[in-house]
């Protein structure tokens, strides 16, 4: 291995989407069927560590590590992704990267991992060929080219680049909008949907039964492809306008209806499957009777898992987290949960 050029390091939050990207292009790679806009969880991140070496022509191309520690499981993963961005980065045959990665919240408690840790890779790959000059004629800027990136290793995480709403995938609503990669929700965002929480209600900690991967897949040939691309097309359009206009009785019912359809999706696909288990449905039975009684405007969402997010305005976090532990933690695995303020732009350590 010859001399270090260069180390980078960024910080990288996951991200709940509001209204889902679920099924890809059949052309292209991994190019969403329909648009998505997403909110940051910034409290919940990986911070990934990019050493580059000079590389002689026998060593391995990279060396990953989780922690410090080594991962065979996730080699696979990160030689898939270099392979697939070898194209946009022809630079990376001559130097080898080691990657550190670390999560700050538990591992194998359901939450999008994938998309703090692909985030952080996408930054820090960005910022190498940033300094070292290796980009020529490229129109996106840093953060269009992280999130490009990032959206080669895992869809989702493209939209983790941004402290605002972040959309990808091309929409009318947005300008500039794009497949490529994600953008951020620019002009006004109502003061009623600025300081949103989201408290991770862990209901299952295991691996999942069918991977996010082969659920994309299974839109291919499903029946009810095109009329959710559709539906979601119009949920992005909705969407936006109630969060300019501080709709959020709109809002809600369309982050609602948008985690069902997923599950829907699932549960419609040939084969069809379920992610959603028992107590997913008694935590959101909770919190519509809450809501219902109190009025407090708040809400779920579900990702590919049995987990619930739960969605409410930073000024209730008093009650909110009080029916949080009296009512909803019997419901959770060990009484597990994780708080985060939504927004948090990436942050560059190094
Ligand atoms: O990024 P992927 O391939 O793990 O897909 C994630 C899809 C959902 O999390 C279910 C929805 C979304 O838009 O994040």
């Given amino acids: 291995m010859g001399e270090k050029i260069i180390e980078v ?7 709940i989407a509001l209204v ?5 292009k059949p052309h292209g790679v991994q190019l969403p069927a329909n648009p998505s806009i997403s909110w940051n969880l910034g409290d919940l991140y990986a911070t990934t560590t990019l050493k580059v070496f000079q590389r002689d022509t026998s060593d391995t191309p990279f060396v990953f590590t989780l922690s410090g520690k080594s991962k065979p499981s996730f080699e696979p993963k990160i030689e898939q992704f270099l392979l697939k961005i070898a194209v946009d980065c022809p630079w990376l045959k001559n130097y080898i990267l080691h990657i550190d990665s670390e999560n700050n919240f538990p591992h194998g408690t359901g939450i999008a991992s994938s998309a703090a840790g692909f985030g952080a890779l996408g930054l820090c790959i960005a910022k190498v060929e940033e300094d070292l000059g290796l980009l ?9 080219r992280s999130s490009y990136l990032s959206r080669i290793g895992s869809g989702s995480a493209c939209r983790s680049m941004y402290a605002a709403p972040a959309v990808w995938g091309e929409t009318l609503a947005v300008e500039g909008s ?10 006004e965002i109502h003061p009623l949907l600025t300081h949103w929480r989201d408290v991770v209600l862990i209901v299952d900690d295991g691996e999942k039964a069918v991977s996010s991967t082969a659920g994309h897949a299974l839109l291919k040939d499903h029946p009810y492809a095109e009329a959710r691309f559709a539906k979601a097309q119009l949920n992005l359009i909705d969407i936006v ?4 206009t501080g709709d959020v009785n709109r809002f809600i ?7 069902l359809q997923l599950h829907a999706m699932m549960m419609t696909s040939v084969p069809y ?6 107590n997913t449905l008694a935590i959101i039975e909770k919190i ?14 579900l990702d590919a898992g049995a987990n619930v997010h739960l969605l409410y305005d930073k000024k209730d976090e008093t009650d909110t987290m009080n029916f949080v532990r009296k009512v909803l933690l019997p419901y959770c695995k060990n009484e597990q949960y994780l708080c985060s303020v939504i927004g948090l732009k990436p942050k560059q350590l190094r």
């Fill in 9 to 15: 390091s960024f910080q990288c939050s996951s991200n």
């Fill in 20 to 24: 889902k990207y679920w099924g890809k």
């Fill in 136 to 144: 020529q004629n490229s129109t996106m800027d840093f953060w269009q």
């Fill in 178 to 187: 794009s497949d490529l990669y994600a953008v951020e929700l620019g002009g």
């Fill in 241 to 244: 306008r109630a969060i300019r």
């Fill in 253 to 259: 019912e369309i982050v609602e209806s948008e985690a």
């Fill in 273 to 278: 499957y379920l992610l959603i288990c028992p």
């Fill in 288 to 301: 519509w009777q809450y809501r219902a009684e109190t009025g407090m405007r708040l809400c779920f969402t």
